[in-house]
């Protein structure tokens, strides 16, 4: 099946310092999504970029399709951006289930 | 527009119990799906449904395991004499269809003593 590969596993920030997150997958996909998932366990939507690049205040997402990844860039990083970022990716041809990367668990401190 | 919800939120049970969870998704989402998280990991697809229909079930859903979407609304997901491995965070998500974001619930956390 399809690997998902997230990089690095852990990172330490200063508040106010810039990331960028890593997500490889080893085969096409019709999908994919960036989640942040808080201390209370709630899964967050960032972003669904299959391919392109999408901005959202802060924060801003990057996928190459053809070459089979994906990064998440935070900008100015606040305590508040504490947690785990997974990707996850829907099978082409295949459909339905998001196949999770085993995340990057983020912490920020003041 | 309300989100994904999911009851109960928390769930305590001995070993060899029966138990219930309940999904509610977005109204007029088709596709409800379960996945399961346990800790540190990222979570794992178990079944989906279009509409009523269960559509997908993954090798991780045991005999033990049922889930229904009975008129196409909201789903449970039954397991039946819990095992200790069964300890988890069972997390519902629903999408208008594919190729659309999915939207997760806040999730039901399984403790089986």
């Known amino acids: 099946g399809i690997q998902v590969e997230q990089s690095p596993p852990d990172l330490i920030l200063q508040e106010g310092a810039n990331s960028t997150l890593r997500c490889n997958f080893s085969?096409?996909?019709?999908?994919l999504q960036w989640f942040h998932q808080n201390p209370w366990g709630q899964l967050i939507n960032l972003f669904y970029?299959?391919?392109g690049t999408k901005q959202n205040g802060r924060l801003s997402a990057t996928t190459v399709a053809t070459e089979r990844y994906s990064l998440l860039y935070i900008s100015s990083s606040q305590t508040t951006d504490s947690g785990v970022y997974f990707c996850?990716?829907?099978?082409?041809?295949?459909?339905?289930?998001?196949?999770f990367g085993k995340g990057t668990t983020l912490s920020v401190s003041s | 527009d309300t989100g994904v919800s999911q009851d109960p939120r928390h769930k305590i049970t001995k070993r060899g119990q029966n138990v219930t969870f309940r999904c509610d998704p977005i109204?007029?989402?088709?596709?409800l799906y379960w996945y399961r998280q346990t800790l540190g990991q990222g979570p794992e697809f178990l079944t989906y449904?279009?509409?009523?229909?269960?559509?997908?079930k993954s090798r991780l859903l045991s005999d033990r395991f049922s889930a229904e979407r009975p008129k196409g609304s909201f789903s449970t997901l039954e397991i039946q004499r819990t095992e200790q491995g069964d300890s988890a965070m069972y997390l519902c998500?629903?999408?208008?269809?594919?190729?659309?974001?999915?939207?997760f619930g806040p999730g039901t956390r399984l403790t089986v003593t």
């Open positions: 998500a629903s999408s208008p269809s594919t190729l659309y974001e999915q939207y």
């Open positions: 085969d096409s996909v019709n999908n």
């Open positions: 970029i299959p391919s």
């Open positions: 996850a990716v829907e099978r082409h041809q295949a459909g339905t289930a998001l196949i």
């Open positions: 109204s007029e989402h088709n596709r």
């Open positions: 449904f279009q509409n009523e229909a269960q559509l997908e």
